[in-house]
């Protein structure tokens, strides 16, 4: 009997540590339980929704059958949370390249590849600038200046739904602006918005 | 007797529940929101919704139609219906193909929320990422 019960216990303790295990999440088809806080489903879910309306609308086709140059502006994170707002506009930026009706530019806006005036400045008139082949060097006024910039803000509000539950409404914002008039030629807003216990924290 | 009587005049009730929002009305008065009839009442709705769940009502598509947008990529506009008597929260995903039947990989091609309310008809419609994109295949699953 003894032996019995120490061997249910054994098996038990082991089936539960097995349980324990991390295992890696199935990202294609994840079906876990949603979460208060943002998760990666949700800025799939807002990058898929502001990259369709984008391509859809139109406002990023030009009549030559050229590409808009665009550059990325501010996007404020506004929540109660750490975002790196790269978690959505890495996905649209790589969207709108891969459309083909767009080239980004990191030579300007929030995301500056410092490298680019790095290489100029440390070629051009140094000892080093013989040994390159001249034509391959970057002369002036090369720089492609953006037609377009992408900005918005991700903004976050805490609702008290009842006495143990509250409401959590996360919004992104995004807008595309014609640098050479100001005008805004595409704007965009999803919500995403949650409900859960007072014990889950959105931030 | 009396339960066949009782049984037989349920299913006409179900029969003239289910014929009484026909597909694609314009106007649709819910209840508590249009005027109670002798076939959709507060006595007939409770054998209207438990039968819904019976026979495992759900989402049906009735039209997928394809068209180029402003901006020259495919526009894929999905009418359908909710046949169900409750609200139904699905997820639902579009892959796009190219010319030679071979997938679009996309950031845009991710599960996606919708709902549609009982015995309605329901539509959203989902923009190719590229101009390449000639055809589609599209999933769906519960709502978490």
């Known amino acids: 009997m003894k032996t019995a019960i120490f061997l249910t216990i054994t098996i038990s303790v082991a089936l539960l540590a097995g349980c324990q295990e991390p295992m890696n999440i199935d990202t294609m088809h994840d079906e876990g339980k949603p979460v208060m806080a943002l998760d990666y489903r949700d800025f799939d879910h807002a990058a898929s929704e502001m990259v369709q309306s984008m391509l859809g609308s139109g406002a990023l086709r030009k009549a030559d059958g050229t590409r808009y140059v665009m550059a990325t502006g501010r996007i404020t994170n ?3 949370q750490r975002i790196d707002t790269d978690q959505l506009m890495a996905k649209i930026e790589q969207e709108l390249l891969n ?3 767009v080239v980004m530019t990191s030579a300007v806006g929030s995301k500056v590849d410092q490298t680019t005036y790095d290489i100029r400045r440390d070629i051009k008139d140094s000892d080093v600038e013989d040994e390159f082949d001249q034509n391959t060097l970057p002369g002036k006024g090369t720089l492609v200046s953006p037609h377009l910039s992408v900005s918005g803000k991700i903004f976050q509000r805490n609702i008290r739904y009842d006495r143990g539950h509250q409401q959590v409404e996360y919004y992104f914002q995004l807008r595309v602006s014609e640098i050479a008039s100001g005008l805004v030629i595409w704007q965009n807003e999803t919500l995403i918005g949650k409900r859960g216990s007072n014990r889950s924290v959105a931030w | 007797m009396k339960t066949i009587t009782h049984i037989l005049f349920f299913a006409v009730a179900l029969v003239f529940i289910g014929c009484n929002e026909p597909p694609g009305e314009k106007f649709h008065l819910r209840e508590s929101v249009g005027n109670d009839d002798l076939v959709d009442n507060v006595v007939t709705r ?3 919704y438990a039968f819904s769940a019976l026979i495992g009502e759900g ?3 009735d039209q997928a139609v394809l068209r180029r947008t402003k901006g020259g990529v495919l526009e894929l506009n999905v009418n359908g219906r909710n ?4 609200t139904k929260r699905f997820r639902y995903r579009v892959e796009w193909l190219d010319a030679d039947g071979q997938l679009i990989q996309s950031k845009t091609s991710v599960w996606l929320p919708m709902s549609a309310m009982g015995k309605s008809t329901f539509s959203f ?5 590229r101009a390449e994109a000639v055809d589609f295949r599209m999933d769906t699953r519960k709502w978490e």
């Open chain 1, 99 to 101: 459309s083909g009706q």
């Open chain 2, 59 to 61: 989402i049906q598509v």
């Open chain 2, 46 to 48: 409770p054998v209207g």
């Open chain 2, 83 to 86: 046949n169900s008597q409750f």
């Open chain 2, 125 to 129: 419609k989902v923009i190719a990422p």
């Open chain 1, 78 to 80: 506004d929540t109660m």
